[in-house]
């Protein structure tokens, strides 16, 4: 059957051949999958095609959403791979519990939270999704379902976190929650007039408090340069766990047959963006959705960016290196007169992470939006990488769409032990267009 599923920078935009997750099943447990064969398809949350297979079936696994149980002892729950992280956290938080890690989305899914392993706003803590994960059931090519843990297969529970879905079907998992006093969040808002402010003020904001980012506000020139608003919060103890209330309070009703994302109109809400929130130097009491999932408020906002879609490039570069080379990434984009509409930075921790593949790594993340202006936005993003790669950092895999083979492969040298583990009847246009980018013998780079 064909569907739209498309991913969420909205850059390949067509029809795909999907198959029904039933249908799927069969053909994993006959053998029959074939070479091109399959890839889970979550909530399409991924930037770019990473959660594409054009050369083969897409398998939606949003209708396997069932809570299978939660120890109220332990804080573990056990749920299908296609539920929400907000369907899963109505489940769990009336009993006191919250994810241990979140993304800035609540409309991923367990399973894609897993093969992405992504990170929060409380990596230096935490780290990853993947470290709170128990154990998965696996489903692959050889018609067995694999259950796997830090002590059974472990080879495939290391690839699989953060495996961008190559190892096979992941039908289930087990997370170990976080037991929290309310969903609200005790929040600090700091501003900050130059990038080495932030810098200065970043290390000690991580020691103090469960959750850390910043606001930038890249077009700021001239004496406002690298200006911005640091974030801090810890969850508040007043007993609440509702979670109504924090859906979407606008939509983007239709696609624009332009970008509304421009220097002046982003000039103008950056502006009232800092100006608004250096106000808020009080410490005061925030909502979960706000706090955790701002851009979740506005339905459909990636339409902004018109139809020609939109890139992000997050990078992590290392700590020794941040103070300069992230001010001159934040450069290279102004002088290449490209606008970033969201611009976050952060820090991650050391926490390691059980997957091989995971992103993060200590140091600093950045993270860019750009409207797709086509040859002009691909030549910045190029340029963005070989700053990444120079200063010994790397670029994060489920928020690209156009990084080369090489340059995934200087920042992942790993992908070889992904490519020997993975299911050979599971791909994705990612993995083609960079790690099948050569002319190794399978396994043996």
Not at 325 to 353: C, H, N, Q, W, Y
Request: charged content about 20%; overall charge neutral.
């Amino acid at each position: 059957m064909q569907a739209s599923l498309d991913s969420f920078g909205r850059i390949s935009r067509h029809a795909r051949q999907a198959i029904a997750f039933e249908q799927a099943i069969e053909v994993l447990r006959g053998g029959a999958a074939g070479r091109s064969g399959l890839l889970a398809f979550g909530n399409g949350k991924s930037y770019g095609d990473s959660c594409h297979n054009d050369a083969g079936s897409l398998v939606p696994m949003r209708q396997q959403k069932a809570v299978l149980g939660l120890d109220l002892e332990t804080g573990v729950v056990e749920a299908q791979a296609g539920i929400s992280l907000e369907e899963l956290v109505a489940y769990i938080a009336p009993h006191g519990f919250f994810l241990p890690v979140t993304p800035g989305t609540r409309f991923v899914t367990l399973g894609g939270s897993i093969a992405n392993d992504v990170h929060g706003k409380n990596h230096h803590l935490r780290g990853t999704f993947g470290c709170h994960v128990e154990s998965f059931e696996l489903l692959r090519s050889d018609g067995h379902i694999h259950h796997c843990s830090a002590t059974e297969n472990t080879d495939l529970f290391s690839a699989t976190i953060g495996g961008l879905g190559l190892t096979g079907l992941i039908l289930s998992a087990r997370l170990k929650l976080m037991k929290v006093g309310s969903l609200d969040i005790d929040e600090k808002v700091t501003a900050f007039s130059s990038l080495e402010g932030y810098f200065d003020l970043a290390a000690d904001a991580d020691r103090e408090n469960e959750y850390s980012v910043a606001w930038l506000d890249q077009l700021a020139s001239g004496r406002s340069a690298g200006r911005g608003v640091l974030i801090t919060g810890n969850h508040a103890d007043n007993g609440n766990f509702r979670t109504e209330g924090v859906k979407a309070k606008i939509r983007v009703p239709f696609e624009l047959p332009f970008s509304a994302l421009n220097r002046v109109s982003l000039g103008l809400f950056n502006t009232a963006y800092f100006n608004v929130n250096r106000l808020k130097s009080a410490p005061h009491l925030a909502g979960y959705g706000k706090f955790f999932y701002p851009l979740d408020g506005v339905g459909d906002w990636n339409r902004l960016y018109g139809p020609k879609g939109l890139f992000q490039h997050q990078s992590v570069i290392p700590f020794e290196a941040g103070r300069s080379v992230i001010p001159a990434m934040l450069e290279a984009s102004r002088k290449a007169g490209l606008s970033s509409f969201l611009t976050v930075l952060k820090r991650f921790g050391d926490v390691p992470s059980p997957g091989f593949m995971s992103f993060p790594r200590p140091g600093y993340t950045l993270t860019m939006d750009f409207p797709n202006h086509g040859e002009k936005t691909l030549e910045l993003l190029t340029r963005l990488d070989h700053m990444t790669l120079d200063a010994g950092g790397r670029v994060n895999p489920y928020k690209d769409s156009r990084m080369s083979a090489d340059v995934f492969k200087t920042g992942f040298p790993q992908w070889t032990q992904l490519e020997t583990l993975r299911d050979e009847s599971f791909c994705s246009d990612f993995w083609r267009r960079t790690a099948l980018a050569t002319d190794h013998p399978r396994g043996r780079p």
